[in-house]
Each structure stands twice: as structure tokens, then as C-alpha cells.
Nanobody, 122 residues
């Protein structure tokens, strides 16, 4: 299977972007989907996840600003990012996994995309 992210780019602080993650070769609706990000010189960190049943979880720093969603018919997941801050600058990855419970652990996600760059700068 393959995951392809899109929607990244350069945006000013306070702006918005919508990331997409399109899956092929997976029964998309059976997986949990997550977004992670990695800034230069930092560890890859969890951002948000949505389970196969639609439950969601976010890191504290993006709550109220980011929204994760999915369209199983389109085999696509989304991350709507509003009120972007320079600290959100990173390479954003989507991932699919099958943990028993909602999970922030990157080791619970087996399939990864190549990433899409998000840069927040004036």
C-alpha cells in the first residue's frame, strides 16, 4: 500500500492549511489514522489521530486549532490547520496503524507517507 500527503506549503502566521492523506492498497476504513510532524533537529512527534470509529486525540499545543477527519469512501484523511504559528513549521507525515486503543505512539503505526512540508513564516 501507499500513502501520499499533499496540501503543505508556505503560510503566514495566523493562516490556514488543509493537509490530505490519500491511501491506496489499503482497506482504509479498518485503520486508525494519525498525523505526526518533525521539525529540523527534533524528534518526530504525534499531532493528532482518528480511530476507525471516529474518536480523536490531539496534542495540547494544537487543540482548538487543528481538526483531524477522514472520508473512508475516498480513502483520504485530512488535517485542517488554523491559526498557524511558526512553531508548527515541520514536515508532516500521515500514518496508518491498528492499535488496540487510540494511540499517540509512533510504533503503533506501521504505514507511513513521505511527508508534506508546512512552513509558517512572515
Amino acid at each position: 500500500g501507499q500513502l501520499v500527503e499533499s496540501g503543505g506549503g508556505l503560510v503566514q502566521p495566523g493562516g490556514s492549511l488543509r493537509l490530505s492523506c490519500t491511501a491506496s492498497g489499503f482497506v482504509f476504513g479498518t485503520y486508525h489514522m494519525a498525523w505526526f510532524r518533525q521539525a529540523p533537529g527534533k524528534e518526530r512527534e504525534f499531532v493528532a489521530t482518528i480511530t476507525r470509529h471516529g474518536a480523536t486525540d490531539y496534542i495540547e499545543s494544537v487543540k482548538g486549532r487543528f481538526t483531524i477527519s477522514r472520508d473512508n469512501a475516498l480513502k483520504t484523511g485530512f488535517l485542517q490547520m488554523n491559526s498557524l504559528e511558526p512553531e508548527d513549521t515541520a514536515l508532516y507525515y500521515c500514518a496508518l496503524g491498528d492499535p488496540l486503543y487510540i494511540s499517540r505512539n509512533r510504533n503503533d503505526y506501521d504505514h507511513w507517507g513521505q511527508g508534506t512540508q508546512v512552513t509558517v513564516s512572515s
